[in-house]
């Protein structure tokens, strides 16, 4: 056997170990599906096994579901239908061997591995913090299809079914004992002990009746038929409600769940098979699926050879949203954190902003009070250089005024460790430029992280013209130790994600100065699948900080990303946005209404349609990213996508701007971008990547066109 080990006791415990070879992970291959076929035909005729404990000997991991190359590579719907009905055989047939099954969870059980376990007879998980159950197919643009949507209900309830697999949740141990997904939650060390006890109440003949007794199921009003009817328009109106119907899979959920209920597993499994045969031929599946694969390759991009220094004790100067964001951040993984703060009463205000964090945390069941006081025990604060002597790293995220900030570490330079890392969470400043000054510039960095730090995952992470390897190495460590991704970026204006926005922002003002209605091209926005319309998103950002990075980048760049003269006016008036309750949007009452000042703005009158729209603000980007891929700003098409989507937002079922330019074609971008140069002005001129692209009939992600 290549992916198993199998094993059987005196009593007739049996024992079969997924260990899949030259592997840290188990994922059910072609090859490991049709391994374990073979098994279960085998030990289904002998009678002396009384139980199989499925087991996994990889290190915090049970099964990480199913191949999603397999997946990835079909491109017909018989392809899919036969990959899919074998999944459902396959566990069909483990549902049915003439012995109890049980799933011991020790770690992360996702997609495939849960579906796997659902079809056991029981489920032991432990408290691992690596332990996490879960079926996020939807993220992929698919559904559970090995008979996830068909058994789950069966032991959660249909509305927590539903909820669990719209949303892509990953419960611990604990959480999926509570719902009764799990039959047992241990200690990890506790784990053989409750093999054994479940191994001996089994031969008792007592362990059915026992774990029956406590599994709650169906609640009893889902069973009736208009009360599952309400359950799913709601569930459907809070996925429009979220989605705007952009993504088909969390709807198409809800219909096979609602469609199959009462019928045969046979039946189910068909009305599931059908589902995952349409959906994962899409498009958005097909986008949303390259996009984990880049997710999965910078898990393990370290941007850097050499070795990466622990970080164990850091400080915040700058305790504002950023920094205490970050702070929380820190603090989340338990990295003891020191603020350094102006007063007592700016200490109390960043410790506010820490604890709603974990508040919101502490609701949604993912943390116990006692857990968020024993985080909160370990951030401390002072108003003087007191206390820094023992931090390894010091993240400063004061406002962007470059003396300022040099003055800062200056100052900690002389009270930090010899080694200690001097990060800036700066989003436009040149790191070279800040480093000029410091005794250890070596150990200098950009860390740009994005608003908000507790909801954004992406960290840019920028290397000045002395940085060395080892803090490179360092800070990528660290970001995702507090769960980020991050990207590294070669240092020039506005970095990457905010020098391809900007445009974008400049144009949608552009726009509503030539008489643009702002609503219509925020609602275009919308429609397109961006999270907040242009306008929306300036007054989130703030209008002064627009203002400001607008200069900085007409500074670096010259004419073709001009300063905003509107966003001064605007600043000029105190209408800086959501902070002011007035930017684009008045925000003095509880619903945003369009600021009705702001249209003495405006210079001209002229109206655009939605293709005018879109074509200005999007192609604008893109070109603008393939200048970035020009000079080497980031590595590639793939990961500068990934920190769009990460950073901006940037629709993720239309794949990142360069894959959503790949569906518009080089050539009808060209030519579209040259419309607009003859409309509207030079900076629309076409990048010399893009004209070299059009010449040898190449895209971004494939190659040849």
Known sequence: MKYFNYKMDKQGIATLRFDTPKSTVNIFTSEAMREFDELLDMLYHDKDIKALFIESSKEGIFIAGADIHEIKQADNKKQIDAYVKNGQDLFTKLENVPFPTIAMIDGVCLGGGLEMSLACSYRIATTNSHTRIGLPEVKLGILPGFGGTQRLYKLVGYAKAIELIVGSKLLRGEKALKLGLVDACVPRGYLEFKKEEFGQEIVDGILDAKIQAKRKGLLWYEKIAPVRTVITKMAKKQVLAKTAGHYPAPLSVIDVMYESYGKSLEEGLKIEREAVGLLALTPISKNLIELFFISEILKKESFSKAKAKEIQQSSIVGTGTMGSGIAWALNNQDIDVRLKVRSSESAAKAVVKIRNIYEGIKKRGRLSERAVALKMDKITSAT????FQNC??????????????????????????????????????????????LKHPHRFVGMHFFNPVERMPLVEIIAGDKTDDETIATVVKLSKQMGKTPIKVKESAGFLVNRILLPYLKEATLMFEEGGDI???????????????????????????????????????????QESLLMNEMVGKKWLGKKMQKGFYDYGSKKPTLNLEITTLQK????????????????????????????????????LDMAMVMGTGFPAFRGGLLRYADTIGVDKIIKILNQLRAAYGDRFTPSHLLLDMAQKEMTFYGGAS
């Open 519 to 561: 609503k219509m091209i925020d609602k275009t926005l919308l429609d397109f699948g961006m999270p907040m319309g242009a306008f929306a998103l300036i007054d989130t950002v703030g209008v002064d900080i627009g203002a400001k990075v607008s200069v900085i980048l007409h500074e670096a760049y010259g004419e073709r990303m």
């Open 392 to 437: 390894d790293f010091l993240l400063e995220a004061v406002n962007e005024d470059s003396a300022l900030k040099q003055k800062i570490y200056a100052e900690f330079e002389e009270v930090l460790k010899e080694d200690a890392i001097i990060a800036s969470n700066t989003s436009s400043i040149s790191i070279s430029n800040l480093a000029k000054g």
């Open 604 to 639: 001209g009158s002229t109206a655009l349609d939605k293709e005018t729209v879109l074509h200005r603000s999007l192609l604008i980007m893109i070109n603008e990213a393939t200048r970035c891929l020009e000079e080497d700003v980031v590595a590639n098409a793939r990961y």
């Open 384 to 387: 003087e250089y007191v206390g």
